[in-house]
């Protein structure tokens, strides 16, 4: 399985873009990268994933780099909502495992 | 639909007593997967079903740990006897068999579980 590295935790003010960072050096050539986050309180929920073209939808932005060894996730306005746990999760193939890091909790401030 | 339902939604129990956590996964969902978070250790996957069927239970601390699923619209995680590390939050969650590449994953609220 592909290792990735987060910031423990990041901090954002409400309606300002937040980036959240993630490196997997090791990912290999047909991982997907998937994004998670968990609400307080909750089950984790899908976000977003990409293979090598920068991805858009409702929730955020992917922008995955040339080289595909760091990602990262574009909130481009935060809300109180978005304060969670983001997780960055290489996806290694198989029956649909996810592996599941420390992640990033982020914190957003009115 | 009602997403993936979790049953009990807190669970108090003491030391040595059976427990038995339930769900519902999303009506269509092929795969089925029981997940365990604690502080400690974090989001850990104990065991996953596919058509009713385990396909990996790698991730099953121990023998105290079983998991069934009798039809694609029930399953069962039960810890005999419990302790007091298995205090956890468990999930539940679901998807469908949209390609390798696009394993969306739906999850349940969890369920608290705290043995005394």
């Known amino acids: 399985d592909a290792k990735t590295t987060q910031p423990n935790s990041m901090e954002s003010n409400e309606e300002e873009p937040v980036h959240l960072p993630c490196n997997h050096s090791t990912i290999s050539g047909t991982d997907y990268i998937h994004w998670y986050r968990q609400l307080p309180s909750q089950g984790p929920e899908y976000v977003i994933h990409?293979?090598?073209s920068n991805v858009n939808n409702r929730m955020a932005s992917l922008a995955i780099a040339e080289d595909r060894k760091s990602s990262t996730l574009i909130l481009h306005r935060a809300t109180l909502r978005d304060a969670a746990v983001y997780y960055c999760i290489p996806f290694s193939g198989g029956y649909n495992k996810l592996i599941f890091g420390a992640g990033t909790r982020l914190a957003v401030h009115p | 639909d009602a997403g993936v339902i979790q049953s009990p939604r807190h669970e108090v129990t003491e030391m040595g007593q059976e427990v038995t956590l339930r769900c519902k996964p999303i009506s269509g969902h092929d795969y089925l997967f029981w997940y365990r978070q604690t502080m400690m250790r974090g989001l850990e996957l104990l065991i996953y079903?596919?058509?009713?069927?385990?396909?990996?239970d790698s991730g099953m601390p121990e023998d105290r740990f079983s998991a069934k699923m009798p039809n694609a619209s029930f399953s069962t995680l039960k810890i005999q006897p419990s302790e007091p590390r298995d205090s956890a939050v468990y999930f539940c969650?679901?998807?469908?068999?949209?390609?390798?590449?696009?394993?969306?994953?739906?999850f349940g609220p969890g369920t608290r579980l705290t043995v005394l």
């Open positions: 079903f596919n058509n009713n069927v385990p396909i990996d």
């Open positions: 990409g293979l090598t």
């Open positions: 969650a679901s998807s469908s068999l949209g390609g390798l590449q696009d394993p969306e994953q739906f």
